[in-house]
């Protein structure tokens, strides 16, 4: 039996749930998704638009989007003026997953699309790049000196000898250094993979001795929370253990001279040489991505430039609404896939705000500060920053001047209701919240904002186009209202091409298909409502089981986070070898609070009361901190693992991990459960 998590009380009309916001007629007739409506229906076969009904509207574009991908994604080729500079002899020579064959015979360039506002004499000389780090020093990099930087570092890369296909690797804060590293990189067919400074070197080496890259762009250090972090440690470290590695080229953000044998960036990016863009085939790869992965290696996932330039036109313009006149600023690091997906706002010709620094320094606030002092037109955080504003009692609105920001986006883990309604409350009432999940698996979004439809408590407004999302039993069964497995039945562009070093594609497989053969099986529970909205409920590896009755851990969270006493928590559900089922939850709480009977008390009636009494957790401890991976996601397989009786070293790889000391927390609590009697 699977049943469907009650969701938070969400004001109702007679017809059903009533929308928090929805977009004026005007609003809905400027979106970019209107006009490409209307467009695609005269000249590729889209259902006709019918005034008055965008939410009808937007459902049969979706349909007709899964239905006719290759009419789908050939209007998307043609709307943004996706240049091939040689033809493509098909959109989808072949549909069947892993291995779809998207576009073959095209050639074509990524870096030269996301610098194409360079050459429009009108546009060159307005900011591509607006920069500032914790010091609040605010720099601009016009789309001209974008493209020249972009030009004559790919001429340098060439005369190092990196060809199409070599690896370039990027050890950078979120700088615009680390954005011509990437374009540079593309225009020369080269293959960029990223870490965060804050990464150690064991969690840089295990990403990037995977890939084996030649070329090495390194700071000597960073700010972060106010203090300043060298990296030259590091830095020597990664070059030792690098053998692949011909260049290393030195960003002095720290002020400090190269170090021995290492090129410095200035004297690669002088000079003003004429762009040259490599025009590779439509499945060449991009860029590697990693998994957020806890066991083994990060899986090093390949994602093409035609793919990626399709995918990324279509969320950036479409879905976000993104154009010339906007800025775009994603808290975001480079380790994390949101900063691939913030450098695709030059896709949109929009200005890119890049941030470098804490999410919370000096306080709470500081993002709604960046995007104050930037102009920001869409703001993009993570649901656990929302919660913490909300919790800290951050009045934004009325502290900042956010009256450019029509939309504040949020990824990373399902925003809650309360969160909704606090964006609401304390931004502005006429605010589009997009809600979105995706994963790094393909860059990009399975189900998030649609500019022109209503956006409902809890709830992300829609699968995207040309995304065939649906929630299916374990049979393979669609549901509609009811708690399924997250699946994809169609190819999306951006989906990986390959995972580095994986012989016969065997791990993608498992990875993806195992479950269903032929269909992407992503590892997340949704509800598809019958509104055409969607919900998400967690991970499905880590879903909470109980009688038959199925419930996501993010439900858990979100109920239990409401209360001021708990910073944050970690669910798990531990299936015992007696057949017993030992349903723990560990709670961080907030300065000053105490975990008494009363607190505990409250908890289970939260939960008893809003989601489930089945779902009561067993025990309620007190633990030090909640273990994250490097992008922010919490642990709990592994932590579930540690309570079944594995050890640490078999359950986590250390470098995968934020803070191990709080892992051993848990490993030590396993430990003295096990021993009792």
Sequence with gaps: MTTTPEPAATPQTAAGPRPLWTPGLERIARAQLTRFHHW???????????????????????????REPEAFWRAVAEWYDVRFSNPYRAVLADPAMPGAAWFP???????????????????????????????QRTGTVTWAELARQVAALAAALRRLGVAPGDRVSGYLPNIPQAVVALLAAAAVGAVYTSCAPDFGARGVLDRFQQVEPVVLFTVDGYRYAGRTHDR??????????????????????????????????????????????????????????????????????????????????????????????????????TGWMMWNFLVAGLLAGATVVLYDGSPGFPDTAAQWRVAERTGATVLGTSAAYVIACRKAGIHPGRDFDLSAVG???????????????????????DLWIASVSGGTDVCSCFA???????????????????????????????????????????????????????????RYRES????????????????????????????????????????????????????PEIRE????????????????????????AELDDALRDRVRAAIRGELSPRHVPDEIIAAPGIPHTLTGKRIEVPVKRLFQGAGLDSTVNPGSVDDLTVLRFYERLAAERASRP
């Design 40 to 66: 695609a229906a005269g000249l590729h076969g889209a259902p006709a638009a019918r005034p008055g009904r965008p939410g009808a509207d937007y459902a049969a574009l979706h349909s007709w989007s899964v």
């Design 105 to 135: 015979g095209a050639r074509l360039n990524y870096a030269e699309h996301a610098l194409r506002p360079a050459l429009d004499p009108a546009r060159a000389a307005t900011p591509a790049l607006l920069h500032l780090d914790e010091r």
């Design 232 to 333: 030259t440690g590091t830095v020597a470290e990664l070059r030792a253990a690098l053998p692949s590695l011909r260049a290393t080229v030195h960003v002095p953000l720290l002020g400090t001279p190269a170090p021995e044998g290492a090129l410095d960036w200035a004297a690669l990016t002088a000079g003003d040489p004429e762009p040259a863009y490599e025009q590779v085939e439509f499945d060449h790869p991009l860029w590697v991505l990693y998994s957020s992965g806890t066991t083994g290696l990060p899986k090093a996932i390949v994602q093409s430039q035609g793919g990626i330039l399709l995918e990324h036109l279509k969320q950036t313009g479409l879905h976000l609404d993104l154009g010339p006149g906007d800025r775009f600023f994603w808290y975001t690091s």
């Design 407 to 429: 939309c504040v986006a949020t990824t990373g883990s399902p925003l809650p209701p309360d969160g909704f309604r606090w964006l609401h409350d304390e931004v502005r009432q």
């Design 448 to 506: 998030g904002g649609v500019p022109t439809l209503p956006v409902y408590v809890g709830e992300l407004q829609a699968p995207c186009l040309g995304t065939d999302l649906q929630a299916w039993d374990e049979r393979g069964r669609p549901l509609l209202d009811e708690v399924g497995e997250l699946v994809v039945t169609n190819p999306m562009p951006s989906m990986p091409v390959r995972f580095w070093n994986d012989p016969g594609g065997v």
């Design 512 to 563: 993806y298909f195992a479950t269903y053969p032929g269909v992407w099986r992503h590892g997340d529970w949704i509800t598809l409502t019958s509104r055409g909205t969607v919900v998400i409920h967690g991970r499905s590896d880590s879903t909470l089981n109980r009688q038959g009755v199925r419930m996501g851990s993010a439900d858990i969270y979100e109920v239990v986070e409401r209360l």
């Design 569 to 592: 928590s970690l669910v798990i559900g531990v299936e015992e070898p007696d057949g017993g089922y030992w349903m723990p939850l560990f709670v961080r709480l907030a300065d000053g």
